[in-house]
């Protein structure tokens, strides 16, 4: 019990110490997993999240500050139940300032759609927010300094369930090293939070003999969902991966 109390008062210390070096100097709480949603959620959310991208375009926390163009922070509704995350931005998102804008993105708006949503009223961010050299894979100190960006963003938001693109992006969030075909086609939980991975658009462009396993993982994705939102499954109760029928 004493060990325990010393695991969390440490891992509390460590939370407050890294969001004071991010800039921030509010603590919001939750009640439990009881969803934050309603006007209040909403407006302080919005601002919340002005309020970081802010900050988080002027982070100079790693090597990738001196060859970015600018910082791709994230797009999308702040009330969103449903956000996915990517890897890092490309070229094209480099000069736009805005994530998946290029050939991978107008195949991501493509999936989005065909489970019923619009852009709009997802998020959309990545792992990593500067496009690493060449497209070059993020390196593990890159993640390790940008996922604080990451961590309050999700934080934020408080999605129903997160979509994570590919490897790094799915590998990130659920602490593994497992290949994303091995975590693909299950829900898992992502502390507190279900997660669903399925490959990244860009890797789907290169192999398009995975569309049909992209279309699965989506479905599942929905289904999730619509079980949160008609309250079929209850928020964070899942304790181990899900493997559908
Ligand atoms: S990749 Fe992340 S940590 Fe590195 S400079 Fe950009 S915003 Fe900061």
Redesign the pocket.
């Known amino acids: 019990m004493a060990d325990e109390l010393r695991d969390l008062v440490g891992l509390t210390t460590r939370y407050l110490a890294q969001q004071g070096e991010l800039g921030e100097r509010e603590l919001y709480l939750t009640e439990g997993n009881r969803p934050r949603r309603g006007v209040e959620h909403q407006v302080g959310a919005e601002r919340r999240l002005t309020r970081l991208g802010g900050r ?1 375009r002027s ?4 090597g ?2 001196r060859t ?1 163009t600018q ?1 791709v922070f994230g797009a999308g509704s702040a009330e969103a139940k449903l956000v996915f995350v990517g890897e890092a931005p490309g070229r094209d998102e480099d000069l736009a300032g805005a994530p998946f804008v290029g050939a991978a993105g107008r195949l991501l708006t493509k999936i989005i759609e065909s489970i019923g949503f619009r852009r709009d009223m997802v998020y959309i961010t990545n792992i ?3 496009r690493p050299p060449e497209n070059r894979n993020p390196l593990p100190e ?1 993640i390790a ?2 996922c604080p ?1 990451l961590d309050m963003q999700l934080d934020i938001i408080s999605p129903l369930v997160i979509c994570t693109l590919g490897t790094f992006a799915s590998q990130t969030l659920l602490g593994t090293t497992l290949p994303i075909s091995s975590l693909r086609g299950r829900v898992w939980d992502c502390r507190g939070t279900m997660l669903v991975p399925t490959y990244h658009p860009a890797a789907l462009l290169r192999n398009p003999g995975w569309k049909r396993r992209v279309w699965e993982d989506v479905q599942l994705l929905r289904r999730v969902y619509d079980d949160l939102v008609a309250g079929r499954i209850p928020r964070g109760a899942l304790k181990a991966p899900l493997t559908p029928e």
């Open positions: 988080v982070c100079t926390r790693c990738l500050s970015r910082v990593l927010k500067c890159e300094c940008c960006h």
